[in-house]
Every structure is written in structure tokens, then in C-alpha cells.
């Protein structure tokens, strides 16, 4: 601890003199102090400020002048003792007053049923929070304890948070699955569709533990030849959650491998990634951000299979295909080849027996085409196909033959109509047409003396001029 400053001071002793009265924490006996070696200044001005104050007749009396503190001074003085009197601590309370700054700060309060204290979550502190801070909630902040001397309020300093009650993996739990959902982590559309009958599986598990060889021993009894290709990884504990990412990403990086070198024959199907049951601490693992990416980012399939049935983890929701625990992932990932083979009998006899059917049917119908009339006597119905044509011949020939002759009158009729009405029959019968200047001239006004006129007769046509020109119906 840091000792007190000097309350008081004497102007005209030196320092091996100055006294200090009040200890750091201690109690002592104030020492006893000879006027004499003190002055007593300003004693009168000094007993008018402290007149009311045991310590300024004290000052006045043994000759000290008290020291004035400004108010940055005494804050910073306060900071210093609260920093050295609380530089980590474990505080309970519920959070009230939360505030999320847009510089990434948090703000809020801690109360109990009689105080509150202020509370100081800062952004490089805050952003290894694994759960979502609200008003209400009954947390443990560890920190340390300072004053913020613009305000002159102490407050908490938070460089921690648990929760209390719900704790904080269950939190945690909550908080990544929310925000991996709203990512899109989750959606069916994402998901891949397990092949039927994968030729090489890929496990990502612990080489040690029972979910192995629970998933070994069910493959291989359901499916003897299948390959398995096992990836072993440390399933719990610090840094577990990396390795499994990484043997995921392994597992594809194999993928490419062949798909570059070889065929795609040699690929890994399907891949499982498994443990077995334990406590929410011992999944943990597999609720890591880390793990949950590397399974979204996987172009193999992937069913997950850890815990127990009740027991649900990030891995789960994000993966293709859940499977209740590690032996459920190995009935689902391969069926059992008796019962394939089973089925493949029962599907060869129901085809032999349509083959069959169906051959017999086609059997019936030949043999009833080879007892018909056509069969039996090809050569009539063609003679009889050759007559229907002859018949149709002869009506095709009367039907135009018919349709001409129609023709044929109604033109006739029409050119008869037309020679009445032709101007040259008109001329035949004595008549003759008169044209000026090549038209017809149809009114007498359209003739004046002296003009050339062409007069058309039936045979032939003669040219004169008007000299003389009379009108009236006399002279027809």
C-alpha cells in the first residue's frame, strides 16, 4: 500500500521534520510536538476557516497549515487507491441499464437488492463473449476497480463475464446456433444428399475411444468390402476443436488428390464424424464455430454422429445428415448386404416373371395374326385392293368429265351475253360511231363547224369535216 500524502506541512520546518498523521491503515498515538520548533503563522486566518473543524485547531495548535487538494487531484489520488485496493475481483449482480455502444463498448450495471455498481465492458475485452448480455441477467464479472475521473464515479473495469444459473456453454450454445442460423448454416438447401451404397467412407473420431469400433464393427458386418478410410483426431480438450476441422478439410484435400491424379472411383463417399456420449463439457468440441464451418465447407457429405440421442451440438444442425449416435451412423450410412442381395433376387424374379408374361402375350398375338384371312390369302386382298382402285379411277374420270362439261356451258352462256352487248354487233345492224380526236362524241354540242371527225362503220370507217351542222331529231 501506498501511504498517505501529507495533510499538513510546516512552511518553516525541513523535511526530516515533517510528520505524518495519519498511517496508511495503521493506528498510532499522534507524537507529541514542541511549539517551539514550529511557528505559528497565520494561526488567526486558520482558526477562522477551521474553527468548526477538530482538525484545523489541531493545525493551528501544533502550527501546520493544511494541504488543499484540487478536485482532479483528489479524483486521480482515489483512482490510485481503488486500483491498488481492487486489481481483480469477482463481482455477482444482475445486469441493468445494458447499453451495446457503436464503438463495440458495452455499458451496463450491476444491482443487488441495496447498490449498484457501474460497469465498463470494453471492446477487446468483450469480443471473446460467447453469449448474448441482456437486463436481467444474473451474471459473475471479473475485473478491476477504478475511477473514471471525468465523472468521479468508480465503476468496474469488466475483463470477464459468466453467467449465473443458465450457465455460460448453454449460452454460448445458444448464441452461436442463432447467429450460424441467420448465416444460413442451417438451410435444407445446403444440404447434400447421402449416396445409397458409398464404396469408401471417411470417419473423423478418436482412434481410441468406442465410437470407432462400434461404426467398424457395423459396417463390416453389414457390409463387409466397403472401404473405410479413419482420420484420427482428438474428440475433447484444448485444441480438439481444430483438429477435427482440420481432418475434415484433410478429407477433402484427399478427395482432390485422386480427382486430380486418378479417377473419381478412388473418392471418399461420405464421411462420418463421431464421438461418443458425455457431458456438454466433453461435446464441446463439437459446438465450436470452428468445427461447425469446416463441415458447411466440406464438398463430401458429412453425417454427424455424437453424443446420444437427447444430446444435440452445432456439428449436428450444420452437418447433411444426423445420426442419433455413432452405430445409428453406421446403419444409415451403408445397408446390410444380405438384405441387398435379397432384394436384388426378389427384383431378378419379378422381371423374369413380366419378361415372361410379356413374351407369351407377343406369342398370342403372332400366332393370331398368322391364323387371320390376310395371313392365310395375301394374294385376294391385294386383287381386291387393285379393284377398289380401278372403281375409284372410273368415278374420278365421270366426276371431271362432269364438272367440265359444266364449265364448259356456263362460258358459253357468258360469251353469248357478251357478243349482244359488243359495239361491233351494234355496227352490224347498220349503225356507225362517230370520234373526235379518238373519243366518241356522244352529245351534238361536242362538234363545232370545221372540226375533223372519224366515223366507225361495221367495214371500215370514214374521216370528214363539220361544214355544215343542224340539230333536231328530223334528220335521222
Not at 94 to 119: A, M, P, R
Not at 199 to 227: E, M, P, Y
Not at 276 to 287: H, T, Y
Request: with cysteine; net charge positive; aromatic share 8%.
Amino acid at each position: 500500500m501506498i501511504e498517505d500524502n501529507l495533510f499538513f506541512k510546516n512552511e518553516n520546518a525541513d523535511a526530516s521534520e515533517t510528520k505524518n498523521l495519519f498511517s496508511s491503515g495503521k493506528k498510532s498515538k499522534p507524537r507529541k510536538v514542541s511549539a517551539k520548533k514550529y511557528l505559528i503563522e497565520g494561526a488567526s486566518s486558520n482558526r477562522d476557516v477551521f474553527q468548526n473543524s477538530n482538525i484545523g485547531n489541531v493545525a493551528v495548535d501544533i502550527g501546520l497549515k493544511p494541504r488543499v487538494y484540487t478536485v482532479t487531484e483528489i479524483t486521480r489520488r482515489a483512482r490510485v487507491l481503488m486500483e491498488e485496493a481492487f486489481p481483480a475481483v469477482w463481482i455477482s449482480g444482475e445486469v441493468s441499464n445494458y447499453k451495446s455502444h457503436s464503438s463495440g463498448h458495452l455499458y451496463f450495471s450491476l444491482k443487488d437488492d441495496t447498490s449498484i455498481l457501474k460497469c465498463v465492458f470494453f471492446r477487446s475485452a468483450n469480443a471473446r463473449l460467447k453469449f448474448d448480455l441482456n437486463d436481467g441477467m444474473l451474471v459473475l464479472c471479473f475485473g478491476r476497480i477504478s475511477v473514471y475521473e471525468k465523472q468521479g464515479q468508480y465503476q468496474l473495469y469488466v475483463e470477464a463475464i459468466e453467467p449465473l444459473g443458465a450457465g455460460a456453454l448453454s449460452l454460448a450454445f445458444e448464441k452461436l446456433k442463432n447467429d450460424l442460423r441467420k448465416e444460413g448454416l442451417f438451410d435444407e438447401n445446403h444440404k447434400k444428399k447421402i449416396p445409397f451404397l458409398p464404396k469408401k467412407i471417411g470417419i473423423v473420431t478418436s482412434i481410441t475411444g468406442a465410437a470407432i469400433r462400434d461404426i467398424l464393427q457395423i459396417l463390416f458386418r453389414r457390409f463387409h468390402n466397403v472401404h473405410v478410410v479413419i482420420y484420427p483426431v482428438k474428440v475433447q480438450g484444448e485444441g480438439s476443436e481444430n483438429e477435427i476441422a482440420s481432418a475434415i478439410a484433410a478429407l477433402n484435400e484427399y478427395n482432390k488428390y485422386f480427382i486430380e491424379k486418378f479417377t473419381r472411383e478412388d473418392v471418399i463417399d461420405v464421411m462420418i464424424v463421431a464421438r461418443g456420449g458425455g457431458s456438454l463439457e466433453d461435446l464441446w468440441a463439437f459446438n465450436m464455430e470452428e468445427v461447425a464451418r469446416a463441415v458447411f465447407a466440406s464438398h463430401i457429405p458429412v453425417i454427424s454422429a455424437v453424443g446420444h440421442e437427447i444430446d444435440f451440438t452445432i456439428c449436428d444442425f450444420v452437418s447433411d445428415l444426423r445420426a442419433p449416435t455413432p452405430s445409428a451412423a453406421a446403419e444409415l450410412v451403408v445397408s446390410e448386404k444380405n438384405i441387398l442381395l435379397e432384394n436384388i433376387s426378389a427384383i431378378e424374379k419379378r422381371l423374369d416373371s413380366i419378361l415372361f408374361k410379356h413374351i407369351a402375350s407377343l406369342d398370342d398375338k403372332v400366332r393370331s395374326l398368322s391364323e387371320s384371312y390376310v395371313m392365310r390369302a395375301p394374294c385376294n386382298t391385294i386383287l381386291q385392293r387393285l379393284q377398289e382402285i380401278d372403281d375409284f379411277e372410273k368415278k374420278m374420270k365421270i366426276s371431271i368429265s362432269h364438272f367440265y362439261e359444266v364449265k364448259k356451258t356456263g362460258m358459253e352462256r357468258l360469251f353469248d351475253k357478251l357478243e349482244v352487248l359488243s359495239p361491233r354487233n351494234i355496227l352490224n345492224r347498220g349503225y356507225s360511231i362517230t370520234f373526235k380526236e379518238g373519243k366518241v362524241v356522244k352529245k351534238f354540242e361536242e362538234i363545232k363547224k370545221g372540226d375533223r371527225l372519224v366515223t366507225a362503220l361495221s367495214r371500215g370507217s370514214v374521216e370528214s369535216t363539220a361544214d355544215k351542222m343542224s340539230l333536231g331529231k328530223d334528220n335521222i
